[in-house]
């Protein structure tokens, strides 16, 4: 059994660690390996990355160019677009995209090409890991299989385990060594081997029973987020209707020291994690028959958090005479959240898409955010790109609204209450004092 084998290499460190896809979650850990003192060997198909890496240069916020530098130079860290060197590792962490197609299903690719290529190269003794986002079963049913068609046998030739990635990024407290790592294996062996090989770059980690109970737990957390950000959304629209300030009561309830965790309502849910990973749960349960109602609730409550924000501006656009056909909106902050410059899944470029398919003439302001592009399968405005526009005075003083979409921190919103006439604000990004000296109305969700 090449358990003992295993873990023998990961305790004197002569453990090879491959890690395929080097994004915000391959690349800090395989540094983390390699600052450990392991050979770590980083597996990318974009060339770009790899050449940055092997230049000692850094694509991710969380990962300093000094610490790529520092491994090179311990001659602890390669990057390849050739995955034949998949036969050199004795470990190999798949760390690549689960996207979801157009039609809300799992996208399956990007593990299955990963899965391929270490078929076509692997060797007996060694350990893989998964660590991309996936639904429950996806290592015993989908990577088993395939390296046991490729005649390796399970506990003697390799050792197959899950384990979720928690990476936040830019979480400048949780960085992959103090964030608990929760390991399951397809086999005790390579749960025992998956889970040693975590903790000497982790300070703590959580052994489950099975591949499977992993690939839950993750789903269960962003879940989790999903739904409750839905019954945030939710009680926005209820607070609302019944003349209360939303935030006022979020923060009262969150004085309660247990038993409570606070969400806030927003323009909508964004990112790579959120949106899509409760997909994953609710498509995997319907093959067994099962509607997960919640995942589906909370999709069609933070779906339609757009259109409510469309609403509440023409609501308020309405009361000044002004159509939305025609008006001048500028929208502040399009980035998923505030203080950084990440557009995926951005519900921003909803609003911004349904103004534009009601005859809105739109702008936006965002310091992070360069350019918005818009996939035309989506849209139905006219989807052309926008570029970000200088927050000068005529900008806006011209606008007949402005909704603030993320709150970012870097923007003067006094200055925006002084020159506008009317806000809508999606996160409550205006405190009291802000709102009780504004010249202009403000619509709070
Ligand atoms: N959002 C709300 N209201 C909230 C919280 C979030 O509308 O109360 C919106 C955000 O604006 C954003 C979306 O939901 O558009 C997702 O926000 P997020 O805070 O969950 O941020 P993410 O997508 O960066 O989530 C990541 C996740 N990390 C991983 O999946 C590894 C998540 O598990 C973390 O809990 C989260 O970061 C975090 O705590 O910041």
Known sequence: MIKEEIKKQIEDKTARIGVIGLGYVGLPLVVEFASEGFEGIGFEVDRKKVEAINRGESYIVDVP???????????????????????????????????????????????????????????????????????????????????EEAGFKLDEDFLLAFSPERVDPGNPQFQTHNIPKVVGGVSEDSTDAASFLY????????????????????????????????????????????????????????TKPFGFMAFYPGPGLGGHCIPLDPHYLSWKARQHGF??????????????????????????????????????VLVLGVAYKKNIDDMRESPALS?????????????????????????????????????????????????????????????????????????????????EDTRNGSKARIVRL
Not at 395 to 409: A, G, K, N, Q, R
Request: net charge negative; glycine share 4%; with cysteine.
């Open 65 to 147: 160019s000094e610490d790529v530098a520092a491994c090179l130079e311990s001659k602890k860290l390669t990057a390849t677009t050739d995955f034949s060197k998949i036969a050199d590792c004795d470990v190999v962490v798949i760390c690549v995209p689960t996207p979801l197609r157009k039609t809300k299903d799992p996208d399956m690719s990007y593990i299955i090409a990963a899965g391929r290529e270490i078929c076509k190269y692997m060797r007996k003794g060694q350990l893989v890991i998964l660590e991309s986002t996936t639904y429950p079963g996806t290592t015993d049913e989908v990577l088993q299989p395939m390296f």
């Open 351 to 431: 609003v911004i898409d349904l103004l534009r398919a009601k005859g809105a003439d739109v702008v936006y302001h965002d310091p992070y955010v360069p350019e918005v592009t818009f996939d035309h399968a989506y849209t139905i405005g006219d989807g052309e790109p926008l570029s970000n526009q200088e927050l000068t005075d005529d900008l806006i003083s011209d606008s007949d609204c402005v909704i603030i979409c993320t709150d970012h921190s870097n923007v003067d919103y006094k200055r925006v209450t002084e020159l506008s006439s009317l806000i809508i604000d999606t996160r409550n990004a205006l405190d």
């Open 199 to 254: 903790s000497k770059i982790v300070e703590s980690v959580h052994s489950v029973s099975s591949a499977r109970v992993a690939e839950a737990c993750k789903l269960w957390e962003n879940t989790f987020r999903a739904i409750n950000i839905g019954m945030a959304n939710e009680m926005a629209k209820l607070c609302k209707t019944l003349g209360i300030d939303t935030w006022e009561v979020v923060r009262a309830a969150a």
């Open 291 to 328: 509607d997960s109602r919640f995942i589906s609730l909370a999709e069609e409550v933070n779906s339609n958090m757009p259109e409510y924000v469309i609403e509440l501006a023409s609501e308020a656009l309405n009361d000044d005479r002004k159509p939305v056909n025609g008006s001048k």
